[in-house]
Antibody
Framework: QLQLQGSGPGLVKPSETLPLTCTVS??????????WAWIRQPPGKGLEWIGS???????YYNPSLKSRVTISVDTSKNQFSLKLRSVTAADTAVFYC??????????????WGQGTLVTVSS | QSALTQPASVSGSPGQSITISCTGT?????????VSWSQQHPGKAPKLMIY???YRPSGVSNRFSGSKSGNTASLTISGLQAEDEADYYC???????????FGTGTKVTVL
């Protein structure tokens, strides 16, 4: 059974970089047709797609965040990571890591992590 | 790339049927049969209910069904139950560089 476990600091200071890591267990991160995604949800608001990465390193970013975001993958550790730079209070959110399956006539988010609350505050 | 448009709220009485719409463009909802619907209860991660417009994952009740016409997809919940009260999000593959996009979300209330 595939599981995704996000981890990172619960509190980040304004203007700093928010780092999160998602560890994948029960399956390989290097599987074809799968993309590893970051999604966030500000308190009381909807889901926002941040971006995703394939195991080969191809990245796809939300244009509204692209200038501040880097998503990377470490296949040796079965992990992928998010860095969000120059954060402000508006970046306070629950951050989810998830797996997107896109292949063979199909495309959907089939596995989610539990979510990590990150608060931006001094 | 804008979010897909959903009504903010939909309500119904137990046993009734409700339908939630999700409107996009020909670059996402209208162009591909890759629309999904997820259910989210407070404090929980979203759960996949419908994928590829009409398909239900194993374990999801057949009271949930999906359809699409043009640039608008729909989720219908029949035989509404108290446990269906939650937020629902549509999502879709998009031909834009971002790859994937969410809807604005709909709060379903069981009266």
């Amino acid at each position: 059974q595939l599981q995704l476990q996000g981890s990172g600091p619960g509190l980040v200071k304004p203007s700093e970089t928010l780092p999160l890591t998602c560890t994948v267990s029960g399956g390989s991160i290097s599987s074809s047709g799968h993309y590893w995604a970051w999604i966030r949800q500000p308190p009381g608001k909807g889901l926002e797609w941040i971006g995703s990465i394939s195991y080969s390193g191809n990245t796809y970013y939300n244009p509204s965040l692209k200038s501040r975001v880097t998503i990377s993958v470490d296949t040796s550790k079965n992990q992928f990571s998010l860095k969000l730079r120059s954060v402000t209070a508006a970046d306070t959110a629950v951050f989810y890591c998830a797996r997107l399956y896109c292949g063979a006539g199909s495309c959907y988010l089939d596995h989610w992590g539990q979510g990590t609350l990150v608060t931006v505050s001094s | 790339q804008s979010a897909l448009t959903q009504p903010a709220s939909v309500s119904g009485s137990p046993g009734q049927s409700i339908t939630i719409s999700c409107t996009g463009t020909s670059s996402d909802v209208g162009g591909y049969d890759y629309v999904s619907w997820s259910q989210q209860h407070p404090g929980k991660a979203p759960k996949l209910m419908i994928y590829d417009v009409t398909y239900r994952p194993s374990g999801v009740s057949n009271r949930f069904s999906g359809s699409k016409s043009g640039n608008t997809a729909s989720l219908t919940i029949s035989g509404l139950q108290a446990e269906d009260e939650a937020d629902y999000y549509c999502s879709s593959y998009t031909s834009y560089s971002t790859l994937y996009v969410f809807g604005t979300g709909t709060k379903v209330t069981v009266l």
